[in-house]
């Protein structure tokens, strides 16, 4: 089981990327996926997650300008990223609670990271 992220790059401010993280492998069932961000000298921090059924929380921080999505189906969470700001600038990893087949407990898995670089 993993997760692949795709989607980062360079961005200027005030515009848009869209990031999407697909699971592949032996995946039984996927519970609450999300997105987390780390600035350089930061701490990780949550962007924003998504139960299985849609419900959605994002951090405070971003009012209102980015969206999360996922398609069940397809194993995917997607992040729609508007009116970016140079301080959206991180290294942006997927994460998801995940039940992989012929297991009996649920594991967080994490992508590889993408990174998002915003211009002024």
């Known amino acids: 089981v993993q997760l692949q992220a795709s989607g980062g790059g360079l961005a200027r401010a005030g515009g848009s990327l869209r990031l999407s993280c697909a699971g592949s492998?032996?995946?039984?069932?996927?519970?609450?996926m999300g997105w987390y961000r780390q600035a350089p000298g930061k701490q990780r921090e949550l962007v924003a997650d998504i139960t299985r059924s849609g419900r959605t929380n994002y951090a405070e921080s971003l009012q209102g300008r980015f969206l999360i999505s996922r398609d069940n189906a397809k194993n995917t969470v997607d992040l729609q990223m508007n009116s970016l700001k140079p301080e959206d600038t991180a290294v942006y990893y997927c994460?998801?609670?995940?039940?992989?087949?012929?297991?009996?407990?649920?594991?967080?898995?994490w992508g590889q990271g993408t990174l998002v670089t915003v211009s002024s």
């Open positions: 994460n998801a609670r995940i039940l992989p087949k012929y297991e009996l407990a649920w594991r967080e898995f």
């Open positions: 492998g032996s995946i039984a069932s996927i519970n609450d």
